[in-house]
């Protein structure tokens, strides 16, 4: 018998078999329970092959198939495949550090792969890769791309769209974002990024964002559509929120302190 059927029933090795024809990458006990009428026996072939580590458990009911040819049983599904698996219908897309390192905003590794949606606020760990899923209200999800990775469609932020992200939940300093900012505008669609971030529910980051690209360059007719989302929000909020304190020169046009 083949190394990849090693330990394996013929019940086990029916299921895994069926499920590849299939193309079926996610392995719910519904699935199962279609292969196997009798409820005991599917049951049982989903408590043996977890034990065997042939199935890594995504959620109650919701499983990953470790494929026979992976060798010795060695295998990870990719990082991203796997969160869209786990979200299924629910809205999604995978952000902040895992699109900035993934758009070559940071050369820093991500130790956790972020699933921003619209129902799940958990961290949890498949396999071996920890992942959190942030919760955010359905205004956040837009501007996204689809990549298609092993057959399947991952959604991923994109270029503009994770940017206003990165001024939203920004890394290392201010003045980081600010030269972020400042390269990115000759490479990406700025009049995308401006739609974008007048669609942004946080009128903070539409203030702290406007500034920061009038005092890089961009027109102010590029911008009225931003400066006019902000127009009743009053509130002035500090342009470097790295920096709580509120002294600074005053910005009227966006409402924002220059603290730094």
């Known amino acids: ?26 392995i719910t006990t519904a699935f199962v329970q279609k292969v196997f009428v009798d409820k005991n026996k599917a049951s049982r072939v989903l408590v043996y092959l977890k034990r065997k580590g042939r199935l890594l458990s995504i959620e109650k009911g919701k499983y990953l198939l470790v494929p026979f040819k ?42 956790t792969v972020f699933v921003l949606n619209t129902q799940k606020g958990l961290k949890k760990m498949i396999g071996i ?13 837009y501007g996204l791309r689809r990549i298609n990775i092993d057959d399947e469609t991952v959604f991923m932020s994109d ?8 001024i939203y939940k920004p890394m290392g300093s201010w003045a980081n974002v600010e030269n972020l900012i400042k390269e990115q505008l000759k490479e990406i669609n700025v009049e995308k990024l401006i739609r974008y971030l007048v669609r942004f529910p946080i009128a903070s980051v539409r203030k702290r964002a406007g500034l920061m690209l009038g005092r890089l360059g ?16 009053n509130a002035y909020i500090v342009f470097n929120p790295f920096n709580k304190s509120r002294k600074g020169k005053v910005n009227r046009e966006w409402k924002v302190i220059i603290n730094g």
Do not use: C
């Open 1 to 26: 018998m083949k190394n990849g059927y090693r330990g394996l029933s013929k019940d086990e090795i029916y299921l895994i078999s069926r499920a590849e024809f299939e193309k079926q990458k996610l």
């Open 70 to 111: 992976a060798p010795n049983q060695r295998w990870m599904p990719n990082e991203f495949v796997a969160a869209s698996l786990w979200m299924g219908n629910t809205p999604y897309y995978i952000g902040y550090i895992s699109a900035y390192n993934y758009w070559g905003f940071t050369d820093q590794i991500p130790q």
């Open 129 to 141: 890769v920890a992942y959190s899923a942030v919760k955010v209200s359905p205004k956040k999800i």
């Open 159 to 166: 270029k503009e769209r994770t940017l206003v992200d990165f």
């Open 218 to 233: 961009v027109s102010r007719e590029k911008l009225l559509p931003l400066q006019n989302s902000i127009r009743k929000q």
